[in-house]
């Protein structure tokens, strides 16, 4: 588990004080942008020298910021003044505080809002949309997930800001995108997961539809939305010029129908629910053992041999209506009761050490306990703790970043801000003897 030191923190703000000057925003700005991003990363990460505007809220936007600033971006999260995002009421489980009751901030809310600061600014009113102009002077990206239109009414919508701002990237993630006709309503990650279609391949074959346990439309437009802010970055320091990044949840959750979506276009024909059960492997699945169950997953014929003489049942793989990958989906309704009875007799230390030893794959279903402690997790840092004077116990834990750079690893500056944090500070750095701005109220 990765621990950071109050002193850690302290002396990376220090860094973030010491940036370059912010991009100039003109169309001739290209060589401005080449000299800036010729500063050192290597300590404060490869995104160190960018500052991102962020308006986003809930998940989406958020996973996508948290991604930039873990990377090092100096990610700026805007608020309402009095309620900050949405997702600080989500719980329990909230912060214990200092004298054991609940804090303002949910486990919802600190699962995607690290390494940002928050300043607290009322959009709504002429002096908010202001302060979001100016600030917006020294961004390099907006990320926003207002209704299609929303910010428009403020003068904060791309075309409201792109003449002005012409090197900025700007990304609108909303739940159906721009156009369409159902760009005018509301996205919501389980809309979007019933309506891109995966809730219908989820859950038992004679079950309701399902949905995925965690918002992973949600995720995964906030993964998108990264890559894309990355890649027109990389437009906008060769050519100096901005760009608009429209996306949407339902297009996202569409996109990662992968297999079973192109299963579809190919054949004309409605894929099926099929529980833990793969559409075009088997066996991949769970399977009951006598004391729990597994994950099976032979992936080729050389494969299912061998499994099926660690199970003692060679006829299995000797019968021809089973040996080869499309016989055993033509039948399975036969092959999969068969394996079901045999696996019963095998427990799972003993039927994933053989299966590991053969090279099958396989692998324990675990809770989250099991999870999260595993020796793997721990070697791979996947647990995070920060300092967090709010809580009674001094520190959080979060959920490490899966990347592992080699030369700018990844960084844990900020823990999740309260509301209003840092108003003052990012108005006095970002716009410094310019600043005329007033705070607004937490």
């Known amino acids: 588990m990765i621990r950071m030191t109050s002193a850690g923190a302290k002396n990376t703000t220090s860094r973030f004080l010491n940036k370059v000057a912010p991009m100039k925003q003109d169309a001739n700005s290209n060589a401005k942008i080449k000299s800036d991003r010729t500063a050192d990363t290597a300590s404060s990460g490869p995104l160190a020298d960018l500052k991102i505007l962020d308006l986003s809220r809930i998940l989406a936007g958020p996973t996508c910021t948290q991604l930039l600033g873990d990377m090092g971006a100096d990610v700026i999260k805007i608020e309402r003044p009095g309620a900050g995002d949405d997702t600080r009421k989500w719980g329990p489980p909230y912060v214990e505080g200092n004298d054991g009751s609940p804090t303002k901030e949910s486990a919802y809310y600190l699962s995607s809002n690290r390494n940002k600061r928050s300043v607290a600014i009322d959009i709504s009113s002429a002096e908010g949309a202001d302060q979001i102009r100016k600030l917006a002077a020294h961004a390099d990206v907006l990320v926003e997930n207002f209704k299609q239109g929303g910010l428009a009414k403020y003068g904060l919508s791309y075309e409201d800001l792109r003449e002005e701002f012409p090197a900025l990237v700007y990304c609108s993630i909303t739940g159906f995108g721009q156009t369409g006709p159902n760009a005018h309503r509301a996205g919501y990650d389980l809309l979007a997961q019933g309506f891109g279609g995966i809730m219908a391949l989820t859950g038992e074959a004679d079950g309701e539809p ?233």
């Open 210 to 442: 399902m949905k995925v346990g965690v918002g992973i439309s949600d995720v995964m437009t906030g993964m998108y939305a990264a890559t894309a802010i990355l890649a027109a970055l990389r437009h906008r320091d060769a050519t100096g010029d901005g760009q608009h990044i429209d996306l949407a949840l339902v297009d996202t959750q569409l996109s990662w129908m992968v297999n079973e979506g192109v299963n579809y276009l190919l054949s004309g024909e409605e894929p099926i629910r099929r529980g833990n059960q793969h559409p075009n492997i088997v066996p991949y699945q769970v399977f009951e053992v006598a004391d729990g169950h597994v994950v099976i997953a032979v992936g080729n014929d050389q494969q299912f041999e061998r499994f099926c003489g660690l199970i003692g049942a060679n006829e299995l793989a000797e019968n021809p209506i089973y040996s080869t990958n499309p016989q055993r989906l033509a039948n399975r309704e036969t092959l999969l009761p068969q394996l079901a009875r045999i696996l019963k007799s095998h427990t799972k230390e003993e039927l994933l050490s053989g299966m590991e030893g053969l090279g099958i794959p396989g692998g324990p279903i675990n809770n989250l306990s099991e999870a999260f402690t595993s020796s793997q997790a721990k070697a791979r840092d996947m647990i995070v703790s920060m300092p967090y004077p709010q809580a009674k116990a001094g520190e959080i834990k979060l959920i490490g970043n899966p990347i592992k750079f080699s030369k700018t690893p990844i960084t844990y500056n900020r823990p999740p801000p309260t509301c209003g944090e840092h108003t003052n500070e990012v108005f006095d750095e970002w716009l410094g003897a310019n600043n005329t701005t007033k705070r607004a109220k937490d």
